[in-house]
């Protein structure tokens, strides 16, 4: 067959002899004379190394770019092994693979090949083929060689960076090293081998042994790294590079993700968490250039939207695999997210709980909107509690409830009061003659006249501007006042019974008097008030009124001091300290007989 003619570009040679078998002659004479053939394939087949260099003659001076030898078994048949010596012209080989090489002797082979017939290889892959040292000649001859794998071998740090070989040149062009299934251990030394590739860009250690401890300083260069099937638990990322763009972590061990630990990464853009252990994807994680991210066969129960939104350009997503919860968790990732990023959706998503819908697939899975929207379900209680309480307080407000809720709290702060006064009143003496209650209206009259008459005669008064303490409730300083005076003096007007705070002096007042079974009301009337114009709070005042004398502000100035006179009588006593006492004990005595009525 003439392939040239029939412009073939690719042949495969598939078990192109048989075990144990010599040849003598050169069948590979015609590949030499090809001009259109580009690419040899031999496979499953036995080769002598005799045979080897008979057909590697005829390669380098053919048409070849690309040489596969796959699943070969290779018997050294002559005494010096595989010897290719320089040949007096160029060649265009350019990729060359040798992957699963049985060795039929138990002696490592010998090859001695110049390497000017391989320093234009771009590509070049042993593997499967047992060895455990790279020759020092291979690292640095090849300065063409941009791709070199060495998986599944039994190299080791020691192997692949020999002490006898120099560690300057090594690889000068190379941009992707495959270093899978192999034996290597310390990470700390591998990365610091790699900074003498100044090339490289990738780097692939799945399926070692790798242990990490010490501090690793990768090179800027180096973008992506491959660590998959290798035992390294959570710390992993401590000992990874900013710099990477692509980094695979599956099955490495991995069942938490530190919070922040994605952001130590700002040029991330893959992503591969597969075959860990991992529970939850941490909310607010940011990755703004991650665009694909693999998190299958995790232990995964529901994908978080903020999660997702750390992650603005991502395109793919492969989640599959996890036991997801169907229930509200799931709720965001069902009815929201864009399921065309899902590289594996939907026959990779089940259910695994609740016990009733575990083994469904996760797209029949189907949800109330209302459960699953607390917020909508906090606006919905928030406005029925909000229409209640406006009717209610639309009741209160027509039933004048808010000063009965005020009155009834100070009557219960007066009755707990009241129930440990006895005992202190045994022994008790009144700091102030009188309280005086006044509305801020009239102010100017009590700062101007009332105080100062009533103090020239040598009278204690207790004014609320000058004498309530500061920082103390506004209730607890009414309550202790009107308690600390001989007479509690309310100077009445319009403003008076039109004020909140009047009202609650009056109102402990007469609940102390009527305590007590005393009569220390005094009413001044500083005006006429008009019985109608009295508020329904007020309406007790009326009664007050009534049955008590009160006296009234005269404008004549005569009267005025009668007036004076008499309202200094009230207050006065004529041995105050003993008659005090006296009064003290006798409310005491009678605060026993009082109770049982009240009871």
């Known amino acids: 067959m003439d392939f040239d003619q ?22 590979f004479m015609a590949f030499k004379d ?29 048409s070849f770019e690309e040489t596969m030898f796959l699943n070969i078994t290779y018997n050294e048949d002559t005494p010096e092994g595989f010897r290719l010596p320089k040949q007096n012209h160029t060649t265009n080989l350019r990729a060359f693979v040798l992957d699963g090489v049985h060795h039929h002797q138990y002696h490592y082979p010998t090859f001695n090949v110049s390497m ?41 740090e020691g192997g692949l960076w020999w002490f006898g070989c120099s560690s300057h040149k090594v690889f000068p ?75 695979d972590l599956s099955k490495t061990g991995i069942s938490v993700i530190p919070l922040n630990t994605i952001s130590l990464f700002p040029r991330l853009k893959y992503l591969y968490l597969s075959f860990n252990s991992i529970q939850v994807i941490p909310p607010n994680l940011q990755a703004p250039k991650l665009v694909s991210l693999h998190i299958d066969q995790n232990a995964i129960t529901f994908i978080n939207q903020k999660t997702m939104e750390g992650f603005p350009k991502l395109s793919t997503l492969k989640a599959g695999h996890n036991p997801f919860s169907c229930d509200c968790d799931s709720f965001w990732f069902m009815t929201a997210f864009n399921k065309s990023v899902l590289s594996d959706w939907p026959q990779d998503y089940t259910c695994s709980t609740p016990p009733s819908f575990s083994g469904h697939r996760l797209e029949t899975y189907e949800r109330r909107w209302l459960p699953c929207q607390p917020g909508l379900q906090a606006a919905v209680v928030l406005c029925v509690l909000f229409m209640v309480g406006t009717a209610l307080a639309i009741t209160v407000y027509a039933c004048d409830g808010v000063w009965y809720t005020k009155m009834l709290w100070v009557w219960i702060r007066m009755k707990r009061r009241g129930y440990k006064r006895a005992d202190r009143l045994l022994n008790a003496t009144f700091r102030y003659h009188a309280f005086i209650s006044y509305s801020q209206h009239d102010s100017t009259w009590v700062g101007s006249q009332l105080v100062p008459e009533l103090e020239r005669s040598g009278l204690s008064l207790c004014v609320h501007e000058r004498d309530f303490e500061p920082g103390k409730w506004i209730v607890d300083n009414i309550i202790h006042c009107v308690e600390d005076s001989y007479k509690s003096l309310f100077i009445l007007s319009k403003h008076f019974v039109q004020s909140e705070w009047c009202n609650y002096e009056l109102f402990f007042a007469q609940h102390r008097a009527i305590s007590v079974n005393d009569d220390s009301l ?36 005569r009267k005025q001091r009668v007036f004076w006179c008499n309202l200094k009588a009230i207050l006065q006593t004529l ?9 003290a004990t006798d409310i005491a005595e009678m605060c026993h007989l009082i109770d049982r009525r009240c009871l």
């Not at 320093?119 to 020092?136: A, D, E, Q, R, V």
């Not at 508020?535 to 404008?555: S, V």
């Open 34 to 62: 090809l001009r259109v053939l580009s690419n040899l394939s031999i496979v499953d087949t036995w080769l002598n190394s005799s045979v080897m260099v008979k057909l590697f003659r005829n390669v380098w001076k053919s």
């Open 6 to 27: 029939t412009q073939t570009k690719k042949i495969q040679l598939v078990k192109l002899f048989p075990d144990q078998c010599t040849i003598k002659t050169d069948p």
């Open 522 to 557: 005094v009413f001044v009337l500083l005006e006429p008030i008009p019985t109608d114009s009295l508020p329904k709070k007020f309406l007790k005042l009326r009664t007050l009124l009534r049955r008590k004398t009160y006296l009234e502000w005269p404008a004549d100035e």
């Open 575 to 583: 041995d105050q300290s003993r008659i005090l006492k006296d009064v």
């Open 116 to 156: 000017e017939l391989v320093n234009k290889l771009t590509y070049l892959k042993f593997s499967g083929t047992g060895m455990n040292i790279l020759p020092c000649n291979l690292i640095s001859a090849i300065k063409s060689l941009q791709f070199l794998d060495l998986s599944n071998n039994l190299l080791d």
């Open 173 to 247: 062009a190379l941009r992707k090293l495959s270093l899978s299934h192999n034996r290597f251990n310390d990470l700390a030394e591998i990365a610091k081998k790699v900074n003498d590739m100044k090339f490289l860009k990738s780097l692939d250690l799945s399926f070692n042994s790798v242990t990490i401890g010490k501090p690793c300083f990768w090179p800027p260069h180096l973008i992506e790294l491959s660590l998959s099937h290798n035992n390294l638990g959570n710390n992993v990322f401590r000992y990874l590079s900013p710099y990477f763009e692509k980094i």
